[in-house]
């Protein structure tokens, strides 16, 4: 069994910061990558932020330049720093990584952790 325990989540002003962090624990195999999604009300989930194993990093054009992924190895956690915070990055953050299983590449999701940024 895998766990990933978010936590960073909160209220903050439009322009203001965030940190969120996610934790594996349990039976941590070979992990892959690592990244960040978000769900807004009514609308689906969709990818913000992965960094591979290798420290490669990807991110939405609508938050580039404005967040930053990174991993602890040692740690299993993947962090995502939020600054210049917009209303509209107000959603649920939940966490991904993907680990393998022998010759299998598993996904593995957090419990989500809300962000809400006001006006």
């Known amino acids: 069994q895998v766990q990933l325990v978010e936590s960073g989540g909160g209220l903050v002003q439009a322009g203001g910061s965030l940190r969120v962090s996610c934790a594996a624990s349990g039976s941590i195999s070979a992990v892959n990558a690592m990244g960040w999604y978000r769900q807004a009300p009514g609308k689906q989930r969709e990818l913000v932020a992965v960094?591979?194993?290798?420290?490669?990093?990807t991110y939405a054009d609508s938050v580039r330049g404005r967040f930053t992924i990174s991993r602890d190895n040692a740690k299993n956690t993947v962090y995502l720093q939020m600054n210049n915070l917009k209303p509209e990055d107000t959603a649920s953050y939940y966490c991904?990584?993907?680990?393998?299983?022998?010759?299998?590449?598993?996904?593995?999701w957090g419990q989500g952790t809300q962000v809400t940024v006001s006006a």
């Open positions: 991904n990584v993907k680990m393998w299983d022998q010759l299998r590449l598993l996904d593995y």
């Open positions: 960094i591979s194993s290798t420290g490669t990093t």
